[in-house]
């Protein structure tokens, strides 16, 4: 099945700089990656994705570019504040939606 | 809308019991799953369903059942819980399987003793 690395782990940046959080994977066939976010105690939540078409997309000051050739894509996020602070996870996903997560990032935003 | 609602959002099972867990949704979505997600890990997909009346096995079905009698409702059964089941469980749906966002509930923390 697909195999979806996600690295760092854990990511401390200080309040104004940006994170970036990398995820690669195997299945050359995969189309769409979507990012989600998960707050604590809560159900993971979509906060931008990226079909195969496609190599970059923004939203605010959130943005995923996609290297299909090299099968990785990445999450920027820039102008870090402390709402920002959460486990975020990269996916891919088959043509029946089976979602294949990477082992998720805690990002730390230090005031 | 409610979006994906879970029940219970805790329970403490003792080795051997059984329990079902809930899932239900309100916007008509055809497609739902069942992760579960352990310390430092992501979610593994235990079982889906593409309709009412069809489902399949994910990536970690040993130890569960699923059914799915109506588009709205995804019950997750737990048969002889064992310690190694205990973690968050996560219900989510989609209105279709390819390319679209899937919607979580808040998650079912389950310990096992």
């Known amino acids: 099945g697909e195999n979806v690395e996600q690295h760092p782990s854990t990511l401390s940046v200080q309040e104004g700089d940006s994170a970036v959080i990398k995820c690669t994977y195997s299945d050359s066939a995969s189309n769409y990656f979507p990012w989600y976010k998960q707050e604590l105690g809560k159900g993971p939540q979509l906060i931008i994705d990226?079909?195969?078409?496609?190599g970059e997309k923004k939203d605010q000051r959130i943005a995923v570019t996609l290297n299909k050739t090299a099968k990785h894509f990445s999450l920027h996020i820039t102008e870090t504040q402390p709402e920002d602070s959460a486990v975020y996870f990269c996916a891919t996903t088959d043509s029946w939606g089976k979602l294949q997560f990477g082992a998720g990032t805690q990002v730390v935003v230090t005031p | 809308n409610a979006g994906v609602t879970q029940t219970p959002k805790f329970r403490i099972l003792k080795i051997g019991q059984s329990m079902t867990l809930q899932c239900t949704q309100d916007?008509?979505?055809?497609?739902m799953y069942w992760y579960r997600q352990d310390p430092g890990m992501g979610l593994k997909l235990i079982y889906y369903?593409?309709?009412?009346?069809?489902?399949d096995k994910g990536e970690v079905p040993n130890g569960y059942n699923v059914s799915r009698s109506t588009t709205e409702d995804f019950p997750l059964r737990l048969e002889l819980a064992a310690p190694s089941q205990t973690s968050v469980y996560f219900c989510?749906?989609?209105?279709?399987?390819?390319?679209?966002?899937?919607?979580f509930g808040q998650g079912t923390r389950l310990t096992v003793v």
């Open positions: 989510a749906s989609s209105w279709t399987g390819e390319a679209t966002e899937a919607f």
């Open positions: 916007m008509n979505h055809n497609y």
């Open positions: 369903s593409v309709g009412a009346g069809i489902t």
């Open positions: 990226i079909r195969s078409n496609v």
